[in-house]
């Protein structure tokens, strides 16, 4: 979970719902996937619990859709740090 936290604090993502929310819960689980970490354990780093529906959902289509792919790229690389 220490890699979630720091990839969230170092991106200042944050999770509520509105403007922003949706793409913040993307980056979160797909970076997930890439380093094995669980819904779960997203959930309990995003601490909101008006995302936990929206963060389990989006988890499993980010495994579903190989989304652990995309942090392999150079456009990873450039929009998020990691």
Partial sequence: MEQLIK??????????SGSGG???ILALCG?????????????KVANNKD????IERIHEY?????YAAFWN???AKAQYKF
């Fill in 7 to 16: 990839f969230i604090e170092d991106n200042k993502l944050t999770f509520a």
């Fill in 22 to 24: 949706d793409s913040n």
């Fill in 31 to 43: 970076y997930a996937t890439f380093i094995g970490a669980s819904a779960d354990e997203c959930i």
């Fill in 51 to 54: 995302c936990n529906y929206e």
């Fill in 62 to 66: 980010a495994v579903e859709h190989n």
């Fill in 73 to 75: 790229t150079d456009s």
